[in-house]
């Protein structure tokens, strides 16, 4: 498929890939780019200035070491628990829906719905902050009534694409729900 | 229609044969348990599956037939069909696999009541891509699984106990999970047994190992015996009469030692309970009491080689004794401080030296205790080091239980200051309501308006001017005291907590997340397989191991620490209005 | 001239909701400004009629006066404790005599106090006074003289504002308890524990048992009144004259404001008054429903 240009709630370009595996099962990918060496390098330059500022006035040599510390620990917490570097939807028909968003460091982390436990993939609105964003979620049926949602599962939480790539997700996702 | 095929990842280069396994009802799936190879009778296969279905309790059939043609094997195709009238089934899959492809072709033959047989089949030709027949075939998902994880693992939320007939019923993955966990029996069936059938399936490597572990069961019997005959002993000595009496089951429930051997006590209970665990959940739970028993247990052996092996022992008496002189010198001079006029206060002089005084005396009586003390606390510590043989847990309850009885007059000084900190504090209020000319009904829960006599205002603001000027030095002592309590609390707390968590943390299911992760399953996670076009979808289902947190959060062992507790803006109101605070959970059981 | 005197060609208007009518809802014929009333249910101050009522305020701000000035020949030592303690008693006596004498107003559902429960408050009066004097005494010896003098001013202000001028007795709590915790402030100051004592003797005689037989000469006699009040001014501007010239002079300006300008202000601005209601009101509610029982 080609790739078009899509943006997320922020103004930020995010890429959509959509593989299509077989009739019954589709791949969505939304990439975010990736950690801008520019904001890394003002992150720890930042840091680094400080603790020498600290360093000039106390004469302690422990500051600049922390410092240093810091950053690599604050860096490493970022990339492992912070930045998610891409988040994927796999729609199989009559099995379920996978999605799985993969961090900067290359964790992954990955939930399964069953087909049985899905009512509908809708598309809805928030208040988020200041301003209402569109969001792609799971409608989870209720075991005991099967007319109730019992819950909502959102899509693509960190990435936050904007309407025209969930519209896109959207109808390819309910043309692989609604075959029979 | 989509027809999902579990297949087993074992099977993938089996030879030729019959594939057996279930049809999970309800769902359009099949799950195939192993291949039966091709040089077979069929009613020998037949008798097989009546037996195992037998031992298994599940349900078994022939599912359908598996070909990989090897060299000079051709024209199995028809045969594998006909085999389709000797095993009769409303569904027959019949699942090709071509030598050096990796897909997967698969037909289904449909069989309705009249016996005959509707063919439709699903012929993907693998260099080809003329799919006209689309419309009218019945597609095939592969979902290809690793027999061996998928047998241990334990599909997490767990149902406990048996399933509800109220829910639904449980969902195809479950099910699937269910089934193959269900037919061990099946694969008991060795590779290289010289009997009349062969079969592929997963086997397990690690006969010798289940030899032990079942001799380990067999002398697990009488070690339980013997530990619930020792346990109804102490049952019995702690049930006699004495220790019903008023001031002992008082102490003993504040001791955290006797709070220990209770919680011991109950986990020893559990543990040589006759009946064979209930779940997967309570086995679990059993097996982590186990492993931290025996963790704490060879902590607490490593203590006392520490202890016992250079005379720690006289070591730590003979600082014991200076210490605690130290600190009631420092209290001493922290009183001292206090009767002058501390960082420049406004104390009233004379409450202030009549305070002061007091609890020097009181000092003064508690360092004579400690001299009279100080003979015996090398004894007492010797002993006392012996239970660590019990567990490291003792030996911090038991610390725990020494600062305590140390700190007594810290604890002292913390009573008398917040009794007379509470009434100064409630006195004042009621008083500032009489100032305004208020009072509190009680039966309505309100503040009203009250016409006062003359000479009650009178004594009433005498008494409220008084209260309040002597606020601040009942107000300083008892902050000190309280600072002091507290840190002392901090102290018993730290030790309480990390007895606690020797005590509830879920070893064995923590170990067993990070070495057998597939054995705690969240849920599963697929993988798109091979992308070869033309040929069946084939997924990989991988078992996605639960999260660390969520395995301490399901299989620690319940104490006391897991019921909700005092939240921090109730301690500081606590603090401010001058009600006591312990350590231990008050039994609010008061109320009724 | 009711619109059904005046037969026309409309229907006329009338002042009801229910009805549908050929009006804009907004509409209102002339009769609107006919229920206009001015200035309803106002009374017309006279100006010695305000001024003696005044006159209590004044007498109020005297006794403080007087109170401080005792304070100050305490403190200095130019008052004995003996001396104040007698003169109160016999104060005490006097007026408890006089208070018997007068008659007292007719109260419902409530007894007159008996001799033996005035002897009784008089002997808790003393005891708990004598008792805590040594206690007062020490009390607030570690806090500075700025902070005590600050404090005693600040609640005597407020014993002054929340004084129930208008029903004097029994005295409102909250200006008592002012008054009385002031005066326990500055009476700790005093050097000994008998002048706490007289101190707080005398605190409770102007404070609390004075307003009482005040009250009660106004209810009998407000001939008298007048003049006690005027005799109090008078004996408060002098006594403070006597050791501070300057909070004389400036008492005696608040006194001539308060009894007099105010007064003279409020008869003045009487007739600026303009206050206009009709049907436009929102609606009260009479609390004497007792003509709808028959």
């Known amino acids: ?180 | 229609m989509v027809l999902k095929v579990f297949f087993p990842q074992c099977c993938n280069r089996a030879d030729s044969g019959l594939l057996v396994g279930r049809w999970i009802s309800g769902h359009d799936s099949a799950v195939v348990l192993a291949v039966v190879h091709y040089p077979f009778i069929p009613g020998q296969v037949k008798q097989y599956v009546q037996q195992m279905k037998a031992q298994s309790g599940g349900e078994l059939s022939v599912l359908g037939s598996w070909s990989l043609p090897k060299d000079g094997q051709e024209g199995m195709e028809s045969f594998l069909r006909d085999l389709s009238t000797i095993f009769p089934q409303e569904r027959w899959l019949q699942i090709n696999r071509q030598l050096g492809k990796t897909g997967f072709t698969c037909q289904v033959l449909q069989r309705d009541q009249n016996g005959k047989v509707i063919q439709r089949e699903t012929k993907k030709k693998v260099e080809g891509g003329d799919e006209e027949e689309e419309e009218e075939e019945e597609k095939v998902i592969f979902v290809h699984y690793e027999q061996k994880k998928v047998m241990f693992s334990q599909l997490h939320p767990l149902e406990n106990g048996v399933p509800d007939p109220k829910t639904d019923p449980p969902s195809e993955l479950r099910q699937m999970f269910q089934s193959v966990a269900g037919s061990a029996p099946l694969f008991f069936l060795d590779r290289y047994d010289d009997g009349p059938l062969k079969s592929t399936h997963w086997q397990s490597d690690g006969r010798e190992a289940s030899i032990l572990v079942e001799l380990l069961k067999q002398a697990s019997v009488p070690l339980c015996m013997l530990l619930g005959w020792l346990l109804s002993i102490w049952t019995w000595i702690s049930n006699a009469r004495v220790f019903s009496l008023f001031p002992l089951r008082f102490l003993s429930s504040k001791l955290s030692t006797c709070v220990q051997l209770s919680h011991r006590t109950e986990h020893m209970r559990t543990l040589s309970s006759a009946k064979p665990a209930a779940g997967h959940t309570h086995f679990i739970r059993k097996a982590n009491m186990v492993v931290s028993f025996l963790v704490d247990v060879s902590l607490g052996m490593l203590l006392i080689w520490w202890l016992y092996r250079d005379d720690h022992i006289s070591m730590l008496a003979n600082t014991l004794v200076p210490a605690a002189d130290h600190v009631a010198k420092e209290l001493e001079e922290l009183l001292q401080w206090l009767m002058g006029a501390p960082a420049g206060l406004k104390m009233n002089r004379a409450l202030d030296q009549v305070l002061g005084r007091f609890f020097l005396y009181h000092i003064h009586l508690w360092i004579s205790y400690i001299h009279l003390m100080s003979p015996f606390i090398e004894g007492i510590l010797w002993y006392g080091g012996l239970s660590a043989c019990f567990g490291l847990t003792f030996a911090l309850s038991l610390l725990s239980d020494m600062v305590a009885l140390l700190t007594f007059h810290i604890y002292c000084f913390y009573v008398y200051g917040a009794r007379l900190y509470c009434l100064k504090i409630y006195g004042l209020s009621s008083l500032w309501r009489l100032f305004r000319g208020k009072k509190w009904n009680v039966l309505r829960q309100r503040v009203d308006s009250c016409s006062y006599d003359l000479d009650q205002l009178f004594i009433g603001t005498l008494l409220f001017t008084v209260l309040l000027f002597l606020l601040p030095t009942t107000a300083l002592y008892y902050l000190v005291f309280t600072l002091l309590r507290l840190v002392v609390v901090l102290f018993q707390g730290v030790i309480h907590l990390s007895v606690d968590f020797i005590n509830s943390f879920p070893l064995f299911a923590v170990g067993l997340r990070l070495t057998r992760s597939h054995r705690l399953a969240e849920g599963v996670k697929f993988r798109v397989l091979c992308e070869e076009p033309g040929t069946a979808l084939h997924l990989l289902m991988e078992i996605n191991p639960l999260k660390c947190s969520t395995v301490v959060q399901n299989y620690r062992t319940p104490t006391y620490s897991c019921y909700p507790k005092d939240s921090w803006a109730a301690l500081i109101k606590k603090l401010f209005v001058g009600e006591l605070i312990y350590p231990w959970r008050h039994k609010t059981t008061k109320t009724d | ?294």
Not at chain 1, 102 to 107: D, P, Q, T, V
Not at chain 3, 90 to 116: F, N, Q
Not at chain 3, 132 to 152: C, G, I, N, R, W
Request: aromatic share 10%; hydrophobic share 45%.
């Open chain 1, 1 to 180: 498929m080609e790739d078009e240009t899509f943006t997320d709630i922020n103004g930020k370009a995010i890429s959509l890939d959509c593989q299509s595996h077989s009739s019954l099962c589709r791949e969505f990918t939304v990439s975010v780019p990736k950690v801008s060496i520019g904001k890394v390098l003002v992150f720890t330059c930042s840091v680094w200035l400080l603790a020498y500022a600290v360093f000039f006035f106390t004469e302690n040599t422990a500051v600049l070491s922390s410092a240093i510390f810091v950053t690599l620990v604050g860096m490493m917490l970022y990339i492992h628990f912070v930045k998610v570097d891409h988040e994927s939807l796999i729609v199989i028909h009559s099995l379920g829906i996978q999605l799985s968003s993969s961090f900067a460091s290359g964790r992954e982390t990955t939930s399964f719905i069953e087909m049985s436990k899905i009512k509908d993939i809708v598309i809805n609105e928030a208040i988020y902050m200041h301003q209402i964003i569109y969001y792609l979620c799971v409608l989870l049926k209720d075991p005991s009534e099967p007319d109730a949602v019992s819950s909502v599962v959102p899509l693509f939480q960190s990435s936050k694409p904007r309407l025209n790539c969930l519209v896109k997700v959207y109808k390819s996702c309910q043309e692989i729900l609604s075959k029979c």
């Open chain 3, 1 to 294: 001239m009711g619109p059904d005197g005046v037969p026309g060609p409309a229907v006329p208007w009338r002042k009801v909701l229910w009805e549908c009518q050929a009006f804009p809802d907004n509409y209102v014929d002339q009769r609107f400004l006919e229920e206009l009333r001015r200035n309803e249910g106002i009374r017309q101050y006279r100006y010695w009629a305000v001024v003696r009522e005044a006159g209590f305020v004044g007498e109020q701000l005297s006794c403080v006066a007087i109170f401080i000035t005792l304070w100050l020949y305490m403190e200095q030592s130019l008052l004995f404790p003996e001396t104040l303690l007698w003169t109160s008693l016999v104060c005490a006596l006097l007026g408890y005599g006089l208070h018997r004498a007068l008659p007292a107003p007719v109260e419902s559902g409530c007894e007159p106090r008996t001799r033996l429960a005035d002897l009784q408050s008089a002997a808790i009066f003393l005891s708990f006074t004598f008792g805590f004097s040594p206690v007062l005494k020490t009390l607030t010896e570690s806090v500075s003289t700025d902070t005590v003098y600050a404090m005693s001013a600040v609640m005597l202000l407020a014993h002054l504002v929340s004084f129930p001028y208008a029903q004097p007795s029994p005295p409102g709590s909250f200006s008592l308890n002012a008054a009385l915790f002031a005066s326990v402030c500055l009476a700790s100051r005093l050097p000994g524990a008998l002048h706490t004592f007289a101190m707080l003797t005398c605190a409770l005689l102007v404070f609390a048992l004075w307003p009482c037989l005040l009250q009660r000469l106004r209810g009998s006699a407000p001939s008298q009144f007048a003049g006690v009040c005027v005799g109090v001014c008078v004996a408060g501007v002098a006594g403070l004259g006597s050791q501070w010239p300057g909070g004389a002079v400036l008492l005696a300006l608040a006194l001539g404001s308060v009894t007099l300008l105010c007064p003279l202000l409020l008869v003045r601005l009487q007739r600026h008054k303009d206050n206009i209601q009709g049907p436009w009101d929102e609606a009260e509610i009479h609390e004497d429903l007792g003509h709808f029982g028959h």
